[in-house]
């Protein structure tokens, strides 16, 4: 038995032509639902395969799978976005209709809900921006700017062997003290540069290394809603931020434009 698997919902236009990808079966061909001017995007999946039971038994038992049908779903996503040039409220993973009946009744239903987001939605884009720290860089511009720090590092050479030593460790963790301190106040301060070049932000998780596979800690996970004439400037604030920031051991990477799951 078919369902609908449904991944967005987009402002109807007659120029809109069809999309050239296959389903998240791999398989089905993707179809549009019209309500007044709203336009559901979907595709036919087995019920038995895509049933919420069924996912969350994959979830548990074939990570695999999951993540190649979340790829699949975002890319659907993305190629309407970008082919029709339009807003798109995303649907998340494994939202499912039986019938095309049940989908328009919901596109009844929530139209002015719908209206009301794409309108907010219209003409703006999301943009990720992560921020990654190399605290030795950090550690040794703080230390290197640090009129105090490199008073007491010079008293410290001139104790004698040994006692040097006890004076040296505490400076140490003191420097790491600052190191801390200074990857829980930047943050603030890179929403506040950028908050005037975009409409809304949001500070997402902050993903261990494990999930980001980098070697440097991640001390940033912002998403942003930028207008799309906005673009430009955006991204040259960004990388005045690396400019700046990027010499005392911070790097920054952007990445979009996304569909807005940050922000409906």
Partial sequence: MKGLYLYGIYPFSVKQKKLNIKGIDGAGKINFLRYKDIEAVFSEVELKEFSSKEIHRRAMEDLE???NKAVAHEKIIETAMKDFNISII???FGTIFKTRKNLLISLKENYAKFKELLEKLKNKEEWALK???DTAIL?????SNSSIFQKKMKEANSLPSG????VKKELEE????EVQTTLSNYPSIFFKVLESLVEKKKENKILGKELTQKNDPMVFNGAFLVKKEGTKEFLEGIKKLQTEFGKIGFIFESSGPWPPYNFV
Avoid at 139 to 143: E, H, N, Q, T, Y
Avoid at 174 to 177: G, P, Q
């Fill in 65 to 67: 799978w999951i993540k």
């Fill in 131 to 133: 921020v990654y720290a």
């Fill in 90 to 92: 995303p649907m998340k």
């Fill in 174 to 177: 003191t420097a790491l003290s």
């Fill in 163 to 166: 006692k040097d030593y006890f």
């Fill in 139 to 143: 550690a040794s511009a703080i230390k």
